[in-house]
């Protein structure tokens, strides 16, 4: 397969790192054209770069498996950004205003601003989730040409910590690899498998990864909520490698066996499950072991969800990842949360067509990097460079090369939303900020210098000393101006 057009996207993830390339077509329904992947748990944890170099290896490995399939050079990958450290945080931005004042967009801007500005120690922001802003004592999506004395802007600072970013950017440069776009992963994952009706109605949406779990809440069509635990399907496998196994073993025991929820009468105490040829194991006790880990799972995941929202889950729970595949997973999460209405996203929903076994699988584990690859159209880049021939040679050289960068130049008031501004555009912003800053201060500065000079002047002429000075010259003026006639 040859193609000259079609888009890359590679997701970092806590198991395995997973590349995918695909086409957008006219419908807008997207085919995958060829699927990587690569084992992470040895340099990458809970979505978090340890091993700088392992990972710029692995990332080769990927583009080359991928070119493979291909035929065709890979020149540029879109990049999802996630893991542990990332979170929401609530913001608040207010300014009184005069009497009589209506609100512009200038005005709006200022906040928004001001929020952009914010500073996070060790923390980086990645995206900002507009809520709603309060116009005087009532909430507003859009408060522009509405008259008010006080005005606030609520937000949603999505922040991810400094360290993360430049170990991507590391590794990215040490594989050679160019980035076409830094993408949210947590938000394409949203977009990708929520529909909105959902968003619009309210729900809670639990992505079960392999070593972190995140949790989403939207009302009224806005992410009120984000936060990751560390706590996954992971975990629940390392308690079965307890039984004195291989955490490989413990996997396949799990994905065979382990259910989410068991009622006490469905037990059986006399079953036994097979450990290896020489040991077995009760049912119970693994039951115990499997239910013990997903219950903490499931409380912990709940707890993130802020009380306020309980009553506006009107579109329920929505489970994701692959640990959202476990038996009686929806059981689960009833008795825990009381919540009746619960879904399992097992694929996006958006049309994806693709031959490949972990595509036509639909069992939640590519949703994110699914949703990656529909998440490009934002600003679409093509990452296809020149095809490669039977012996490897690439022969149109008149494609672009890895290092070549094919976005515009933005600043962050321009991001769309959704992705994430690269360490260089970052500093090219606050750059850009600081000697805005600087010549809009020195021009301040000017203009207060020259109002306190026109005072002092006014002052002058207004002085008591001034005004005897021109009585007297007037006084002088009509006594020689009768005798100079």
Request: glycine content about 8%.
């Amino acid at each position: 397969m040859v193609s000259k057009e079609f888009i890359v996207a590679i997701e970092l993830g806590s198991s395995k790192v997973t590349g995918i390339a695909g086409q957008k077509n006219l419908d807008g329904s997207i085919s995958v054209l060829a699927v990587a992947k690569e084992e992470s748990s040895s340099f990458i944890r809970k979505g978090v770069v340890y091993n700088i170099d392992k990972t710029a290896q692995c990332l080769q490995n990927i583009i080359k498996k991928l070119e493979s399939q291909l035929k065709t050079r890979i020149v540029r990958v879109y990049l999802g950004v996630g893991g542990q450290s990332t979170r929401g945080v609530r913001n608040i931005i207010a300014k009184d205003l005069p009497a009589g004042t209506i609100v512009t967009d200038a005005l709006v801007d200022q906040l928004v601003d001001a929020n952009r500005s914010m500073v996070y120690p060790d923390q980086e922001k990645i995206d900002i989730a507009i809520q709603e802003y309060k116009v005087d004592s009532q909430y507003q999506q859009d408060p522009v040409g509405i008259q008010c004395t006080h005005l606030e802007g609520n937000y949603l600072n999505i922040l991810q910590r400094k360290a993360f970013f430049k170990n991507f950017n590391k590794c990215f440069e040490a594989a050679g690899i160019s980035i076409a776009e830094v993408l949210n992963a947590p938000l394409a994952l949203a977009d990708a498998v929520l529909t909105e009706a959902e968003r619009r109605s309210g729900c809670a949406l639990i992505d079960i990864g392999a070593e972190t779990t995140t949790v989403f809440v939207y009302t009224k069509n806005i992410l009120r909520h984000l936060s990751v635990i560390p706590l996954g399907g992971a975990n629940i496998t390392k308690d079965i490698a307890t039984l004195q196994m291989e955490e490989a073993d413990a996997e396949k025991m799990k994905l065979k066996y382990a259910s989410a929820y068991t009622d006490n009468s469905e037990i059986d105490n006399n079953l036994k499950y097979s450990i290896d040829p020489d040991r077995q194991v009760e049912s119970r006790r693994f039951i115990e072991i499997v239910e013990g880990r997903l219950e903490e799972i499931v409380e912990n995941a709940w707890y993130q969800v802020p009380s306020e929202y309980y009553d506006k889950l009107l579109g329920g729970i929505i489970l994701t990842g692959g640990g959202a595949n476990m038996k009686n997973i929806e059981r689960a999460f009833q008795n825990h949360t009381r919540v009746d209405k619960i879904r399992v996203a097992k694929f996006p929903i958006h049309t994806i067509t693709g031959g490949n076994d972990d595509i036509k699988a639909r069992n939640g584990m590519m949703n994110t990097v699914l949703g990656l690859l529909a998440k490009s159209d934002i600003n679409y880049i093509n990452c296809a460079g020149g095809p490669i021939s039977a012996n490897g040679d690439l022969f149109d050289n008149a494609q672009p090369q890895p290092g070549t960068d094919p976005r515009p130049a933005r600043k962050p008031g321009e991001v769309p939303a959704g992705v994430v501004l690269t360490e260089a555009e970052k500093q090219k912003a606050e750059e850009e900020a600081r000697i805005k800053r600087e010549e809009d201060e020195r021009i301040a500065r000017e203009k207060a210098e020259a109002e306190a000079a026109e005072a002092a002047r006014i002052r002058r002429e207004n002085s008591k000393w001034n005004k005897f000075k021109k009585g007297i010259v007037n006084f002088g003026r009509t006594i020689i101006g009768p005798e100079e006639e």
